[in-house]
């Protein structure tokens, strides 16, 4: 598009570590980056996401839906998959290293 000045967009995290590539810490905040960045908008439990991990490239909610009925498993402990974003809890040792992090940097 004329008159853009941007290069890319999103968040360029393999464009990042391409240009640091001897940068341990900033590998690293990138790996925590893509386990927990919107941690909060998970569709399905993790019995539910295990399984829909496990069939390969997730395609679409409608497919997911379909995979889990036939599973058996749409209805987890009584949540439907989809039916609200979900929280999963970070480990221990990843919020603490998340936090350690942060203050090796303030």
Not at 4 to 16: A, K, N, P, T, V
Not at 49 to 77: F, R, T
């Amino acid at each position: 598009m004329r008159g853009w000045d941007y290069e890319g967009g999103g968040q360029c995290l393999d464009i990042i570590l391409k240009a640091y590539p001897k940068d341990k810490q900033l590998k690293e905040i990138v790996r925590l980056w893509r386990l927990y960045h919107l941690n909060d908008m998970n569709a399905g439990t993790p019995k539910q996401q295990a399984h829909l991990k496990s069939l390969g490239e997730y395609k679409s909610y409608e497919w997911a839906c379909e995979e889990l009925m036939k599973a058996g498993i749409i209805y987890d402990n009584g949540y439907k998959y989809g039916s609200e974003w979900l929280f999963n809890e970070i480990p221990k040792q990843d919020l603490k290293r998340i936090k350690d992090i942060i203050k090796e940097n303030s």
